[in-house]
């Protein structure tokens, strides 16, 4: 049963038409300082449940190891989790490594890889949130 949604904040959140609304995103999920992403929450006035950083986590992306602090820190399963982003290796490949599903922003459209989910417009990948 899908518990929460991590979203790359940077490249996903804040890129189309303004931040994405926290309906369906309960965490955001940053390879970033803690300063820069609290800094631009509150520019967009967002409340996120909770909010992941490569500075807490002591790693970054492509490392499964922020995936998997994540996981300790929010005490989730990776099955109770879906990953949202727009790079294939650090938002879709890592996350994979630590167990968690994940949708890939392909914005540019190009061929999506076998066994990918892939979405071309954050509304669409919302779409499939909900679905799920």
């Not at 002591?58 to 602090?69: A, D, G, M, T, V």
């Amino acid at each position: 049963m899908l518990k929460a949604v991590f979203m790359d904040y940077y490249g996903t959140v804040t890129y189309e038409n303004g931040p994405i609304t926290m309906e369906v995103v309960k965490r955001v999920f940053e390879n970033s300082d803690d300063q820069y992403i609290d800094a631009s929450l509150k520019k967009h006035n967002l409340h996120p449940q909770g909010v992941i950083t490569s500075e807490q986590a002591k790693y970054s992306k492509p490392r499964k190891e922020i995936f998997l602090y994540a996981l300790g820190k929010t005490g989730l399963k990776p099955e109770e989790v879906i990953h949202i982003g727009d790079s294939l290796e650090g938002d879709v490949r890592c996350p994979g490594q630590a167990g968690i599903s994940a949708i890939w922003l392909n914005r540019e459209k190009v061929p999506v890889p076998a066994g990918v989910k892939s979405a071309d417009t954050l509304d669409e990948a919302e779409r499939m949130v909900v679905s799920l």
